[in-house]
Structure formats: structure tokens, C-alpha cells
């Protein structure tokens, strides 16, 4: 799939068709693309459930004609109970000395579960991030835009989750992967799971017929009563009620207290264009001083627009991911823990996070790496699975979204009243006291998830984003710059091979995965620069992401590409 989809008025991309055919109903309906992100994100969450739901977080980036991008952080944040302490009481954590210090491990070991009650720690903020985009709209639409009812937007969720989905394989082979740990999730079984004919748990296999009729009745009802109603109504009293009881530390309180945040972008200047992305608790630093550090090295190093693909292509983004990643991991946190001024307030001037993008800055981590040798790697990733959708309209508005429920499936619980399946993303917190991202009640985890947007000096704007844990900067940047920086179109650049620098899933090893499309002489010259090289099977590894992009030209046009990797569509008014 190398050929880029183009057409005129609006245009949608997901990683599943139906989300992507969702947003183009809902554009074709008079809504915005704000509107039909909604859609696309309730979509989303029914057809994809692996890896994305309404039980987990999502950041927008949205760029309206003449507005400065505004972007959106519906991160949730650590329950009230969710403390240290808390965790000590059931057996994980450090038992302390007599100054307070960490000492030893506690029984069950220093982290926090990665599945079932305890790992759904975190408030979900996704539906509050709807909340926010919506609020946004009616506040910058023209006086002769009619706003869309939820009833309308929330109608394709509603659909497939009563009259069923086709599993897909990536759900099969997700589902078979960590059966042995869900299936002890007996409502995660219930619903996302079939049964052998000896009666034991088994994946649906793919093209089955999956229902979520709890699901669906909650969509209908918070078209009914207002999203807010999953928050502060009915719905939220329901789901605390079913947390605690599961066993989660999740109460009442922490659902009435949230409420999604617009904040100010990141941005990186390049010599033709302005990237956007989300600031902490995101790692949408990462990916801006990616593609920064890779225009400060074009420039001094002299990578031409014909060396798309080639060892040194490689190889500077690869070192630009070692530099990004070494400031992200001593910097990013919950917001409110940063070092320097109020970081996402416009009257707080350069932020710590900012000032990282500055020229200054780029030029001086850029001068560290060395275009001749791979610098030594012995960073351990995180996990983390999503969703990345992008939307344009006619009118110009531009949205960059993602969705999580961080690992697949989240926590695996699955609240039996309303369908929902809570995220872990609480796992991003450690329980050590003097660690820079060490859990406390309020506070936001770490978030593997931010959607880019980069605004062009010619009139484009580019929507662009993927699925992928620590492989979304490392992929955003490879997209971003065959695109602007090698000449490639939208589809050609998110169709070519892939690479990972650090663990896969399942895996330990920190080594620089390639596509097996990417074997051979690449290889070989990467090995020659200091590489610990591995080759992946798969010629399209599912490992690497699922990648999107959406670009709107001055002159109308509009682009839309999906990842061949994944199930995705791209869909055109």
C-alpha cells in the first residue's frame, strides 16, 4: 500500500475502517472535525477494545483556521487512596527504614500489579477530553454551524456494540497472547473471551461476532444525559460502586473531581514549518526534539533529500531518539512536579519543557551525537498500546487525537454494569519514595501517548500519529521527515519499513529492531556505525505501530493515509 488517498472537503484516518467511515458520516452530517473525532473515538473504543476504551486517557491537538493550535491533556489522575502506603498494605512497595527511606521489597514485589484492581488506579479522562473538544467548538464555530447531538455522534458506537463487530486478528492475537492472565478476569472472560468445548477459556477467533450490549447501553445513555454524566451523574455513581467493590482504590470523589485541561503545545521551529505536540505528562518533548535534532543535523551534516531511507537517515533519527530520550527520563512527570515556572500556563513564559526546543538548545544536543558511531543503549522501554485518528474538515479544522487503555485490554477489569474496561496506566507511577515519577494521590502517570501537528510555512497542515509506546516518537519522526525532509507521500512514507529502538513487547532485550524489509545491506551498515542490530520476522510488524496522517493543502486538497500494519481506512466526504 503505497498510494497516498486524496479528495477535496474532508477526510478521516484510524487504525480500523469503521471509526475512519464513522468521522466521514458525521462530517457529511454538517459536523466539524471536532465532531467527528467524537464519533471516531466512541467508534474506536467498541471495534477496537484491545486497545483503546472509554476507560482510559486521550490527548487532542486541534488546529481552527486563524487560531494558534490548542491542545487538550484528559489524563486522569491517581485516586485519592492510591498512595504508597496504600500499596504497602497489600504487599508491594519498599518497607521503609526509620528515616522513611526505601529499604527493602515488600512480599509481592516493587511495582504495582499490572492487571486486575489494583492496576486501575488512575481516573479514566477520555470521555472528559470529548467534553473539552466539544466545549471548544462552540466556542470557535462560526454562528451558522449547528452543532451535532451527542445522540448522533455517539450513534455508530451504539450501533456496533449492539449489533457486533468482527474480531480482529490483532484482537485475536492479543487476546491469545495474555489469555492466561485475563481469563482469570472472570467479567473480562464473560465478555471478550469464548469458551473451549471442555469449558476452558479460549480467544475469539478472528471475523467472530462480538457484542458488548453493556457497552452499548452506556453510549446510549450518555447521549441521553450528557457526557458529563460519566464523571458527576448517574453513570459515575454506578462505576465507583463497581470499582470498589472489584477492589480498586478508585472512589466517588476522584470521578467528581476531574475535569479535562486545555494547555499550551509544544512547539519545535524547523526551517519550513512549526510541529506541535502535547507538553508533560506526555512524551510529546521527545518527539519534537526528534525531528529538531534531525533538521539541526540535516544542516550540519549535509543529508540531502534523496537519502530518504539510508543508513544515515537511520542513523541520525536513531541517535536523535538516544538524546530525547535521556532528557525526557530526567525531566517528564506530573505537571506539577517539574522543575521550573507553572509549565502549561501561556503567562508562565519558556517552560522547562520548551526551552529544550529552543535552536540553542537543539544545536547543543545535536553537536553531542556522532554521525559515524551508534552511542551505547542500555535503556529499558516502556510498554504501552493505543490508538492514533486524525480528522479534516472543509472549513480547515485539523484534529490529531490518541486514545489509551496503556497495555492491551488495560487492568482487564471490566465494570459489569456499564462495559467499561479500565486502564492501567497507574503502572507508569513507581512506588520508590525519591523517584521522579513515584506515585501520590492526584497526580498523573507518565504518558507514552501525544498526537503531533505540524503547521506548514506553505498553508499545509499535517495531522500525524501512532500507536506504539516508545516507538511512537521513533515512528513519528521517521513519517514526519520522509514526508518533509525526503520528498515521500503521505502513504509511501507510512507503508515503508519500520524500526524500533529498545524492547518489543514480551521481549528484554534494548536492541534496534528493523522490518525484515530493512535486512540486508541496511543492516549490515548499521552493525558498521555500532548497532546492536536485531531483524524482525515480520516484513510488517505489527510491533512497530500503527501510523496516520491526515494533510490539508491551501488549495483544498486533502490527503489521508492508514498504516498497513493495522485495520485501519481512510474515508473522504
Not at 85 to 110: I, K, M, R, V, W
Not at 502 to 528: F, H, N, P, Q
Not at 552 to 570: I, K, Y
Request: charged share 20%; proline share 5%.
Amino acid at each position: 500500500m503505497i498510494h497516498t488517498r486524496r479528495g477535496f472537503g474532508g477526510a478521516c484516518a484510524a487504525p480500523h475502517h469503521l471509526a475512519a467511515e464513522a468521522g466521514r458520516d458525521i462530517l457529511r452530517d454538517g459536523g466539524n472535525a471536532i465532531e467527528a473525532m467524537v464519533a471516531m473515538a466512541a467508534t474506536i473504543a467498541v471495534v477496537y477494545p484491545h486497545m483503546n476504551g472509554i476507560g482510559g486517557d486521550g490527548f487532542w491537538l486541534i488546529k481552527r483556521p486563524g487560531l494558534s493550535p490548542v491542545a487538550i491533556d484528559a489524563c486522569g489522575s491517581a485516586a485519592g487512596l492510591a498512595s504508597r502506603e496504600f500499596y504497602a498494605e497489600q504487599g508491594y512497595g519498599y518497607a521503609a527504614d526509620a528515616s522513611g527511606n526505601a529499604e527493602t521489597s515488600l512480599a509481592n514485589g516493587t511495582s504495582i500489579p499490572s492487571r486486575g484492581p489494583l492496576s486501575a488506579l488512575t481516573v479514566a479522562g477520555t470521555i472528559g477530553g470529548w467534553q473539552e473538544a466539544l466545549a471548544f467548538s462552540a466556542e470557535t464555530s462560526e454562528a451558522e454551524h449547528s452543532a451535532l447531538p451527542l445522540s448522533t455522534l455517539l450513534s455508530h458506537a451504539i450501533r456496533h456494540a449492539n449489533d457486533g463487530v468482527a474480531v480482529s486478528a490483532s484482537q485475536q492475537a492479543l487476546s491469545e497472547k495474555h489469555l492466561a492472565v485475563l481469563s482469570q478476569q472472570s467479567v473480562f472472560a464473560e465478555r471478550y473471551l469464548g469458551q473451549s468445548e471442555a469449558g476452558e477459556p479460549i480467544a475469539l477467533h478472528e471475523g467472530a461476532r462480538l457484542r458488548q450490549p453493556a457497552l452499548a447501553e452506556t453510549f446510549t445513555h450518555l447521549a441521553q444525559a450528557g457526557l458529563d454524566d460519566f464523571y458527576r451523574g448517574e453513570l459515575a455513581t454506578r462505576m465507583a460502586q463497581e470499582l470498589e467493590a472489584a477492589g480498586s482504590p478508585l472512589r466517588l470523589e476522584d470521578l467528581n473531581g476531574y475535569r479535562a485541561q486545555r494547555v499550551t503545545p509544544l512547539k519545535v521551529r524547523l526551517r519550513d514549518s512549526e510541529v506541535y505536540n502535547l507538553p508533560a505528562p506526555t512524551q510529546g518533548l521527545a518527539t519534537l526534539m526528534i525531528i529538531g535534532l534531525y533538521d539541526a543535523l540535516s544542516a550540519t551534516h549535509g543529508i540531502s533529500e534523496a537519502e530518504g531511507n539510508t543508513p544515515r537517515h537511520l542513523h541520525a533519527l536513531i541517535e536523535a531518539t538516544k538524546r530525547a530520550f535521556l532528557v525526557r527520563d530526567s525531566l517528564i512527570t506530573s505537571p506539577e512536579c517539574l522543575e521550573g515556572a507553572l509549565e502549561n500556563r501561556p503567562e508562565s513564559g519558556i517552560t522547562t519543557q520548551q526551552a529544550h526546543l529552543s535552536q540553542d538548545a537543539l544545536t547543543q544536543q545535536a553537536a553531542m551525537i556522532d554521525m559515524q558511531a551508534a552511542l551505547e543503549w542500555p535503556y529499558e522501554p516502556a510498554e504501552g498500546d493505543t490508538i492514533w485518528m486524525g480528522a479534516t474538515d472543509n472549513d480547515g479544522t485539523t484534529v490529531s487525537f490518541i486514545q489509551s487503555v496503556y497495555w492491551e485490554f488495560g487492568s482487564g477489569v471490566v465494570l459489569p454494569g456499564s462495559g467499561v474496561m479500565w486502564q492501567n496506566r497507574g503502572l507508569a507511577f513507581d512506588l520508590a519514595p525519591n523517584s521522579l515519577r513515584s506515585l501520590a494521590p492526584g497526580r498523573k502517570p507518565f504518558h507514552t501517548l501525544n498526537p503531533s501537528l505540524a503547521c506548514f510555512d506553505d498553508g499545509r497542515v499535517m495531522a500525524f500519529g501512532t500507536m506504539g509506546g516508545e516507538g511512537q516518537p521513533q515512528t513519528q519522526a521517521a513519517v514526519f521527515t520522509r514526508i518533509a525532509r525526503h520528498g515521500m507521500s503521505l502513504q509511501a512514507a507510512i507503508s515503508a519499513p519500520r524500526w524500533l529502538l529498545g524492547r518489543t513487547w514480551g521481549d528484554v532485550s534494548t536492541s534496534l529492531k528493523l522490518e525484515s524489509r530493512l535486512d540486508g545491506d541496511m543492516a549490515d551498515a548499521l552493525r558498521e556505525l555500532g548497532h546492536e542490530v536485531e531483524v524482525l520476522e515480520d516484513a510488517y510488524s505489527d510491533t512497530l505501530g500503527h501510523a496516520g496522517a491526515v494533510m490539508r493543502h491551501p488549495d483544498g486538497t486533502v490527503e489521508a493515509a492508514h498504516d498497513p500494519r493495522s485495520d485501519g481506512g481512510a474515508a473522504f466526504t
